[in-house]
């Protein structure tokens, strides 16, 4: 018989089969599911994140979807925070917290916990964000090269919170990100716990099959009218939901730059790359403690 631990890890690519696995794990040691995944802490998209649906929610309870403001940023400590307090009350009631997601520094910061970063004047962070507006991620990329080579290298060029906040970080203190996270982090949430820790790694066919497949649902299921409803509330062109895949690709649709069909393809080359890039982390970042398994 297999010990029931205190809490349970399923990570992985987009389309890999992790929120069926955690139902199962929720119902088998008697948990509850804790969201681990930086796009569905946004409400609206609910189709275009595969957020859980309607008979999942009903067989066990789930936290920390559709929880942050559309127009704020939620970085990795306001999720943590969140987590440790759901976390602390599933504990209370005797029950066992289910994290699942694909966002690896969620993860990463479960395990190892959070450098404190410092606060940044309001007037740095409104310029920088100003720039972002102006000139767009990529020109602040190439800005952050200069300043901090090793931070840049370590982005994507298209990632223009994540630019921002390093430039602010670098802008307010002289100092790189890298310096703040490399200092004495907070204790982790799950230290002295024993912990089940599975990562998803379908064969690329067959993920790449799934991801094909789930796009087409999500077309067929009310996208569209997602994004419709999302671009509607005219939100600031930084906030992180809008670079959420499909909104772009489906935009561009809405304002007629492409058929819908078009429009489709992009959005399935894009979680293809997305999911690429997630399993490199995944198996750059994760320890022999995790569990690779190739799912069904």
């Known amino acids: 018989m297999v010990q029931r631990p205190d809490a349970i890890l399923i ?17 088998r040691f008697d948990g509850e599911i804790v969201n681990t ?6 409400p609206v998209l609910n189709v275009l994140t595969a957020r859980p649906d309607a008979d999942d929610l009903k067989k066990v309870p789930h936290h920390l979807y559709a929880t942050a403001e559309l127009d704020k940023p939620y970085s990795v400590a306001r999720w943590l925070h969140d987590a440790e307090l759901v976390a602390a009350d599933i504990w209370s009631r005797g029950r066992i917290p289910v994290f699942v997601g694909g966002t690896g520094l969620y993860f990463r910061g479960l395990e190892n916990g959070i450098a404190e970063t410092p606060d940044i004047p309001l007037e740095i962070r409104q310029e920088i964000r100003l720039q972002l507006e102006q000139f767009g991620s990529e020109k602040l990329h190439q800005k952050l090269a200069l300043l901090d080579p ?17 430039l602010e970080v670098i802008s307010a203190t002289g100092k790189p990100l890298s310096h703040f ?15 089940r820790k599975t990562v ?3 064969l690329r066919k067959l993920l790449h099959a799934r991801i094909n497949h789930r796009t087409d649902w999500m077309i067929e299921n009310g996208a569209v009218d997602e994004v419709k409803a ?26 007629g730059k492409f058929s819908l069909n078009e429009a489709t393809e992009q959005i399935k080359a894009a979680t293809r790359q997305y999911a690429k890039r997630q399993s490199t982390w995944f198996n750059g970042q994760f320890d022999n403690s995790w569990n690779f398994d190739a799912g069904k």
């Open 181 to 195: 996270q490399n200092l004495p982090h907070s204790r982790p949430i799950l230290t002295g716990k024993s912990v």
């Open 230 to 255: 999302l671009l509607q509330l005219n939100l600031p062109p930084e906030a992180t939901v809008l670079k959420a895949i499909g909104v772009p690709q489906l935009g561009n649709f809405l304002h």
């Open 37 to 42: 995944d930086s796009m569905q802490v946004y």
């Open 200 to 202: 998803l790694m379908p």
């Open 150 to 166: 090793d931070g840049a290298a370590g982005l994507r060029a298209g990632d223009g919170h994540r630019i921002a906040r390093a």
């Open 11 to 27: 990570a992985g690519p987009t389309a890999s089969g992790k929120s069926k696995l955690a139902v199962e794990e929720a119902l």
